[in-house]
């Protein structure tokens, strides 16, 4: 059978024209900031390395404290090519957070949030959150001290938030302290709840941009013809892609993802512990604020501020008036740099101090 | 909701919003059901209960221990004196575990962001708002007893 009798047979049943017009109409802009366009994919790119590596070690893993520590250290040590997957699971994870981070920050700065595409913005925080929440939902599953104590402190932090937060965390850990209940609680969101939810919102986010097309930052001026998204920029994406599988690759031969000690909840927490980069701003802050100020909860304080951060973050593109009209906004650009500078800062102070 | 000319809402509309009302009417219940089970049943039972952690004889004067109760870390401190004192070894900043450090004086401290107890768990610096949270020593004839205050 040809390919075109397939293409025949699938026609009758599937849509295939309408959809491959629906394709077809989505173009790439091409001007001076074109560059920033490949990052979108590249994100999606390494949560699909996640999805299929997470597979692979979900096939061994063990989640309860007395084999979690264990399974993993036989995946590293005895399944063929499981240092590997760990490995590049670990390390897809870092890159898709830095991905994300570059993408969000360059359609933060290039305005790509105005109207009409507020939709593809909120849906996109949603997914920074549920990155962040796949980050720390895994971060325990090891179940050796660095994951243990990681966990502690973050599920330490929200409970000051006021009527929701003990609760919610009480939620998340299933018990009083971390233990068993914990671990099968993030084991759940990790593989099951949190992917359900991330398949939906990155359907969606996708989709939006095929409805909405690929923005144009406000005041640039475009001289060329823009190229078909199908198939001539899919093409440089997919070099994209291969180039960041070199790099992943790269980082999970020569650096393999190593295996603290097992967690032992008796112990002191080891000096010099700090949580994952992506986590780094929030922990120097919790370290730079003194235990009360002017009699509030530092805690609180903290809480209070990353959530006017959120809130700040989900209405930019409504309260951002000027690109909405389609002029430039310092003021906001002036925003966005400035918290690009605090989480670097602050990434680069908690590494090295 | 629409009104015809005559000012009548329409029967379609009313038997939308019932629908809708029933509809809420149903998922309530389930929804309450299962966040129901997904809140943890607090161990109540666990919170007093005494706990046997040893024999006088295993903590020498002058020592200190980290021991377990209810799953929980607690500092039992032997005195020079003789006396015991026990504390919860869990920091009341972001709940790491502490370690009894004898340098530059004995104190508590916490590796997670840097708080110091004194002896008697009082925050004497760092982010911990508050001291550690104190534990009764039971002593019956040489079985040493933890329970929460």
Not at chain 1, 80 to 85: A, D, E, K, V
Not at chain 1, 328 to 337: H, M, R, Y
């Amino acid at each position: 059978m040809s390919s075109s009798h397939i293409r025949v047979w699938l026609s009758e049943r599937l849509p295939l024209n309408a959809t491959e017009t629906f394709l077809a109409a989505k173009e790439v802009p091409r001007h001076r900031h074109s560059f920033w366009y490949y990052f979108g994919g590249m994100t999606l790119f390494f949560f699909c390395v996640q999805l299929v590596t997470g597979i692979l070690l979900s096939l061994y893993y063990q989640p309860a404290p007395e084999h979690a520590y264990e399974s993993i250290r036989t995946i590293v040590n005895e399944t063929p090519h499981g240092w590997l997957i760990r490995s590049l699971h670990a390390w897809s994870a870092h890159l898709m957070v830095a991905m994300l981070f570059i993408h969000m920050f360059s359609v933060f700065l290039m305005k790509a949030y105005r109207r009409p595409r507020e939709l593809m913005w909120l849906s996109g925080v949603a997914l920074l959150v549920l990155v962040l929440g796949f980050g720390f939902t895994g971060y325990l599953l090891p179940w050796d001290t660095k994951a243990y104590f990681a966990t502690l402190i973050g599920t330490e932090v929200p409970k000051s938030v006021p009527l929701l937060g003990r609760w919610g965390v009480s939620l998340v850990k299933g018990a009083e302290s971390v233990g068993e209940a914990t671990l099968t609680r993030m084991y759940s969101l990790h593989v099951i709840v949190l992917p359900l939810i991330g398949l939906l919102v990155v359907a969606f986010h996708v989709l939006l941009n095929q409805f909405s097309g690929v923005s144009v930052p406000a005041g640039t001026v475009v001289k060329r013809r823009p190229i078909a998204f199908f198939p001539d920029f899919a093409y440089r994406d997919f070099i994209a892609w291969i180039v960041g599988f070199a790099v992943l690759l790269a980082l999970s031969t020569l650096i393999p993802r190593d295996l603290g000690d097992k967690a032992d909840p008796m112990a002191s927490a080891p000096p010099g512990m700090k949580p994952e980069w992506y986590f780094l701003p929030l922990y120097q802050t919790l370290r730079m604020i003194p235990a009360t100020v002017f009699t509030i909860d530092g805690e609180l304080i903290v809480n209070a501020a990353v959530g006017a951060l959120i809130a700040l973050w989900v209405l930019i593109p409504f309260i951002d008036r000027r690109s909405a009209r389609g002029l430039k906004s310092p003021l906001f650009t002036a925003i966005g740099v400035v918290i690009i500078v605090y989480i670097a800062g602050s990434i680069l102070a908690g590494y090295f101090t | 909701m629409k009104e015809d000319q005559a000012g009548l809402i329409a029967r379609r509309d009313v038997l939308k919003v019932a629908f809708g009302l029933w509809g809420v009417l149903c998922a309530a219940p389930v929804l309450g059901m299962i966040l129901q089970y997904i809140t943890p049943v607090a161990a109540k039972a666990g919170l007093r209960q005494t706990t046997l952690v040893g024999q006088s004889g295993d903590f020498a004067q002058g020592t200190v221990r980290i021991v377990r109760v209810n799953k929980d870390p607690v500092l039992l401190i032997h005195t020079p004196g003789g006396q015991f004192r026990a504390l919860s070894a869990r920091c009341t900043h972001l709940g790491c575990v502490v370690q009894y450090q004898e340098t530059p004086v004995p104190h508590f401290g916490c590796n997670c962001h840097g708080s110091q107890f004194d002896m008697n768990g009082i925050n004497i610096s760092g982010p911990a708002p508050r001291p550690l949270p104190p534990y009764q020593v039971i002593l019956n004839g040489s079985s040493v007893y933890l329970t929460r205050v």
